[in-house]
């Protein structure tokens, strides 16, 4: 399941609305979107494989809408662009409208041909949000340069919490550049990581002590969010507990 599709409900938009627009074919017309100019009323516009978005073209379309309404009235939170035929060209579009939105969350681009030009164009992106949570990047043709990119960006980001890079090619000196950077960044809260599977064209594969720090890190982050919810909890007002008591008392009976 990628990395958008797991967090987003799936529903059929309504032309005009603010829900997700889901598309299967741009021609039978069964979904919501029917036109480019929709795209800023859409929260969640998820677009996997589509034979007529035109590869780059259609990002270029996409962000044209989106800078056309502006910031204060473009909608999109999640975008998911899987299996188009992306390039750098267009990961460089869609950095650009990351680098302004004050609403974009998540980006899925799996299976698109960015290459490290267009991995690092999203990875200043990344480092410029503030709103940024996931990056989708599995079979990307990301390698060593990309994961440099993307590790300059990890010291500075404060929003990300997933980030899949699984099935490229990145090696040893990637996959260290990436674990230092996670481990260096104090506030940083990621939750989710991959690099699974990665060939690098030249050298080692990514070593398993880096990814193990990286799954550490993230280990403790999670135990301290689970240490906040439960703070969160201790500190319910003295009314609620007194309530939930009586129920519990009532339930006894």
Not at 30 to 43: D, I, Q
Not at 65 to 79: P, R, V
Not at 180 to 200: C, G, Q, Y
Request: charge should be neutral.
């Amino acid at each position: 399941m990628s990395l958008l599709r797991g967090t987003i409900f799936a529903a059929m938009a309504v032309l005009g609305s603010t829900r997700d627009c889901y598309v299967e074919d741009m021609h039978t017309r069964k979904s919501g979107l029917l036109s480019w100019s929709a795209v800023p009323t859409c929260k969640e516009l998820i677009l996997p494989r589509m034979k007529d978005l035109a590869k780059d073209q259609g990002v270029f379309a996409i962000v044209a809408e989106l800078q056309k309404a502006g910031d204060k009235k473009a909608q999109l939170e999640s975008i998911d662009l899987t299996g188009n035929g992306i390039g750098p060209d267009g990961a460089r579009a869609l950095a650009s409208w990351l680098n302004v939105s004050t609403k974009l969350r998540a980006i899925e681009l799996r299976g698109n041909p960015l290459g490290d030009e267009g991995v690092s164009e999203l990875a200043y992106g990344m480092g410029n949000s503030l709103t940024l949570t996931a990056l989708g990047l599995i079979q990307t043709g990301a390698s060593n340069d990309g994961a440099a990119s993307l590790a300059a960006s990890l010291r500075k980001t404060t929003t990300l919490e997933a980030l899949e890079l699984s099935y490229n090619y990145i090696g040893e000196s990637g996959a260290k550049a990436l674990a230092d950077a996670v481990i260096s960044n104090d506030m940083l809260r990621l939750t989710r990581f991959s690099i699974e599977r990665n060939l690098p064209h030249s050298g080692l594969r990514p070593d398993i002590e880096d990814t193990a720090r990286i799954e550490a890190r993230i280990k403790r982050v999670k135990q301290q969010q689970q240490q906040q919810r439960l703070n969160a909890r201790g500190k319910e007002s003295p009314e609620a507990k007194t309530t939930s008591r009586g129920y519990l008392a009532l339930d006894e009976l």
